[in-house]
């Protein structure tokens, strides 16, 4: 006779992602860098979609299947500028208030979407 068999498909997310967190978001590509400020992210209740929206910005959403790891850390390398204001808003603790969510549909063709959380706590809880 078969066991009967829970499936628990429930992701845990975050309190804060659930809620609504507002972080500033940017991307840094080959030859430009797009930075959103007071982006609202959330997660959907049941953690498929990642979705962002920010004033006079169109929002963007990332299917949770296609993240393929959220690391701590990360700030621009490229553009001194933008390190330089975002240093200026957030304080020399950049790094450890930082996240970076890779995406994709294969471990090729990765995308990278850099956000800043408001202090350190949030981004330890917000990047497990």
């Keep these: 006779m078969t066991k009967r068999f829970e499936f628990n498909w429930h ?3 975050p309190e804060p992602l659930i809620q609504g967190c507002v972080f ?3 991307t840094e590509e080959k030859d ?3 930075l959103e400020t007071g982006c609202l992210f959330k997660v959907d209740e049941y953690g498929f ?3 962002w929206k920010s004033e006079g910005h169109d929002g963007d959403v990332i299917e949770l299947c296609q993240v393929s790891d959220v690391r701590a ?3 621009p390398n490229k ?3 933008l390190l330089f204001n975002l240093q200026q ?4 603790n950049l790094e450890e208030k930082s996240l970076t ?3 994709g549909t294969d471990y090729i063709n990765i995308n990278y979407q850099h956000v800043v959380c408001p202090d350190s706590e949030t981004a330890k809880v917000c990047g497990r």
Aim: aromatic content about 12%; glycine content about 12%.
């Design 24 to 26: 500033d978001r940017w």
């Design 49 to 51: 979609f990642i979705y």
């Design 89 to 92: 808003k957030h304080g020399e």
């Design 79 to 81: 553009d001194q500028k």
């Design 73 to 75: 850390g990360g700030v």
């Design 11 to 13: 992701i845990p997310v």
């Design 101 to 103: 969510v890779c995406s």
């Design 32 to 34: 430009s860098t797009d």
